[in-house]
């Protein structure tokens, strides 16, 4: 089997980032190379060359890669459209859409919340990479895993 990449995009507070764990967890940890982009906004120039390369390194090398954050298109959509192209059938990429009413609600779940003005400041509102997308709107970490793991399954085998 080709490795598969998984995109998880949106918002912060969404829930990606449960979401990848969740997956690494079910898919298996020696099976999947989990990256993570930042919150920040200030290492963008270093970033981007750093996620390619962990990216690439996990096509090499795992069944499964995840790549996990805001990814805002304006900023990572080149490189995002790099790697659908490269991974081909085996890619699946996920916008995370909840409403801010409905992230506030996360965050006040969170042991340490964000601010809200900070999260305001990060919001852009249904910034999906292509029509291809795949959304995922107010559900729960467990729903959206199944959904994914189900996703791979209906993947073509070559």
Known sequence: MDPV?????????????????????RLGTTKVMLVQ????????????????????YGKKHFHYVILDGILPKEVYGEMLHS????????????????????????????NQPHDIDKLKSWWTDSDILSVEDIKLENGEIEEYTNQIIDDINDLPLF
């Not at 998984?6 to 990606?16: D, E, Q």
């Not at 919150?39 to 990216?55: A, F, N, R, S, Y």
């Open 5 to 25: 990449l998984i995109v998880l995009r949106g918002n912060a507070v969404t829930g990606k980032t449960s979401v990848a764990s969740a997956l690494q967890e």
């Open 37 to 56: 982009q930042d919150i920040t906004e200030k290492h963008t120039d270093t970033q981007i060359p750093m996620i390619q390369k962990l990216v690439n």
């Open 83 to 110: 790697f659908i192209e490269d991974f081909g059938s085996q890619q699946l990429v996920y916008y995370f859409n909840d409403s801010f009413e409905q992230t506030l609600k996360h965050n006040e779940q969170k």
